[in-house]
């Protein structure tokens, strides 16, 4: 089986392009294996009503008439303005999932920018953050949310890591920091 090509981690790649998580709510990625080990493209045409991309390539779609939403942010520690993007979007997938609209929700793989978006659409939902990373590991992989700083982020809340990532001035900044 081929493994995603994330630096510096050894993840198997996902089995499907794509999971249901909760009625309605989808979650996958670019790229998935197939059974015979061979990493693939995964491209969108109009089996949703909403897709949201936090990664985006030329040519995955999805069809020009569907409804899209890109906020790329990185699979690493985020900004405040990019944990904005993702409580934006998490939002944005929690309307169309109470209207009944079927929406995907996609990063690279399929594992961690995804599913931070998707765990925080289910804690507005109402569900508690360790339930939904639990519901997203569940229904997409054990890989799922592997980065534990997003783990992090929906425990403490992203509204609130984004006040502190934005506190934080940072190394090289010209704030000394107190003794």
Same mark, same amino acid.
């Given at each position: 089986?081929?493994? #995603? !090509? ?8 996902? %089995? ?13 990625? !670019? ?26 390539? %030329? ?10 939403? /890109?906020?790329?942010?990185? @699979? ?5 303005? %990019?944990?904005?993007? /993702? ?7 929690? #309307?169309?999932? @109470? ?8 990063? !690279? ?8 978006? /998707?765990? %925080? ?8 953050? #360790? &339930?939904?990373?639990?519901? /997203? ?18 425990? &403490?809340?992203? @509204? ?20």
């Amino acid at each position: 089986m081929k493994k #995603t !090509h994330r630096k510096g981690r050894d993840v198997p790649g996902p %089995q499907s392009p794509w999971d249901e998580i909760a009625p309605g709510l989808w979650m996958g990625g !670019h790229f998935w294996t197939d059974p015979a080990g061979e990493l693939r493209p995964v491209v969108v045409g109009s089996e949703f009503d909403l897709v949201i991309s936090l990664f985006t390539r %030329q040519g995955h779609g999805p069809d020009p008439f569907v409804e899209h939403l /890109v906020g790329e942010v990185p @699979d690493a520690p985020l900004t405040g303005a %990019q944990l904005r993007t /993702v409580l934006r979007l998490a939002g944005a997938a929690r #309307t169309a999932l @109470d209207s009944g609209r079927r929406i995907l929700v996609r990063c !690279h793989s399929g594992y961690n920018r995804s599913g931070l978006v /998707v765990a %925080q659409c289910l804690v507005d939902g109402g569900l508690a953050p #360790t &339930a939904a990373i639990g519901l /997203v590991r569940l229904g997409r992989s054990p890989w799922a949310l592997h980065n534990e700083t997003f783990t992090e982020y929906l425990a &403490a809340g992203p @509204d609130v890591a984004a006040l502190l990532v934005d506190l934080d001035p940072g190394p090289g900044s010209a704030v000394a920091p107190h003794p």
